[in-house]
């Protein structure tokens, strides 16, 4: 059996969002589930892998909201998709430098592919560390949730409207093995669902996250029980785009979305004034949304890498500033990746303003 053929099981078509759900995480083939995607010799680099400065502000940021809650006896941590676990290693090393917070804190990772799992355990030795794939498993006492390129790696629905009618896009397999788009009429349902966004409103096309509203809805729900928020860093755009964003990118370059399924990475840009209005329905406390560069200046990673920078060596001085401008700067992840804060009984624009 050919991987198309083990996608698609007999189906003549799936939707773009259930296609690239089977391509990504489907069991024994999905790209997820197969191998390890991370650095160089992988498919795509990440904040964390770039710098352990990226990690120790988002360790500093957590510390601030929990002295921001008055520092509860027990309080959560929950990373949403830890990737290789580099992250967790540097934030759990930072957090033993601060006794009374470490006491409190309780750290858990939620990670769907069985792979990367085992990858983060053999980075990860601490008992402090737990992994879930319940959130209600968690803890008493609030709960921070953080993600970084999170929801960009769940799939995502698409819909074109002609003559006020909305049509999803579906994969179907066509002459000699081959893939191609087709549209279908929308369901009713769904058509209700997006038609409640001010945001999408006069759109034609339209990238819909119905799968991560989903899992960030069972979040809301433990948010709102527990009190706490989230915090959310990933690659996306604030002005309406008005096509796919849907990527494919092996060995670090982009190519044809269907060429070597289930061995590249799929992702799209996450619409974040869509996830904003979606965090406000919930009656969440919603930050503005910022830059990744302003987020990081603001939390004090340019004092940090001063600091380290004045017992180094120039080589190790120039490799700390290369990597901090691959962060910071505008062009390359500085602007391109966006942050927003939702919470409950938390300082809403902690680090914001």
Not at 88 to 102: A, G, H, T
Not at 235 to 250: D, V
Request: proline share 3%; net charge positive; glycine share 6%.
């Amino acid at each position: 059996m050919t991987i198309i053929e083990n996608i698609f099981s007999r189906k003549k078509k799936l939707s773009i969002e259930e296609f690239v759900n089977r391509t990504l995480y489907k069991k024994k083939i999905g790209y997820y589930q197969n191998k390890n995607p991370f650095g160089k010799d992988g498919d795509f680099i990440t904040s964390p892998s770039i710098s352990p400065l990226f990690s120790e502000m988002i360790g500093i940021w957590i510390i601030n909201f929990w002295e921001s809650l008055n520092k509860p006896t027990n309080f959560n941590f929950v990373e949403l998709g830890p990737g290789n676990g580099q992250m967790c290693r540097v934030i759990n090393d930072l957090f033993q430098k601060f006794p009374e917070f470490y006491k409190s804190i309780n750290i858990f990772l939620y990670e769907k592919s069985t792979t990367l799992k085992k990858i983060q355990k053999r980075k990860i030795n601490s008992s402090k560390i737990k992994w879930i794939s319940n959130f209600n498993n968690l803890k008493k006492g609030p709960v921070i949730f953080f993600g970084n390129e999170f929801f960009d790696a769940i799939p995502i629905k698409q819909y074109v409207k002609k003559n006020n009618i909305f049509y999803e896009k579906f994969v179907e397999i066509q002459k000699k093995n081959t893939l191609g788009t087709i549209l279908k009429k929308a369901s009713k349902k769904d058509t209700e669902e997006i038609l409640k966004f001010k945001v999408l409103k006069n759109l034609n096309f339209i990238e819909y996250p119905k799968m991560g509203f989903q899992i960030l809805n069972k979040i809301i729900k433990v948010i709102e029980r527990k009190k706490g928020g989230i915090l959310l860093i990933d690659y996306g755009y604030i002005k309406q785009q008005k096509k796919s964003t849907l990527q494919s990118i092996k060995n670090h370059k982009k190519q044809n979305f269907f060429e070597n399924i289930g061995q590249s990475d799929i992702t799209s840009l996450v619409n974040f004034k869509l996830l904003k209005e979606y965090l406000h329905k919930k009656d969440l406390d919603v930050s503005n949304i910022v830059t990744q560069s302003f987020f990081l200046k603001r939390v004090g990673i340019l004092n940090r890498a001063e600091i380290l920078s004045n017992k180094m060596s120039f080589r190790q001085k120039a490799d700390l500033y290369i990597r901090l401008k691959r962060l910071l700067h505008p062009k390359i992840m500085g602007n391109l990746f966006k942050v927003i804060l939702a919470s409950k009984n938390g300082k809403k624009k902690l680090g914001f303003n």
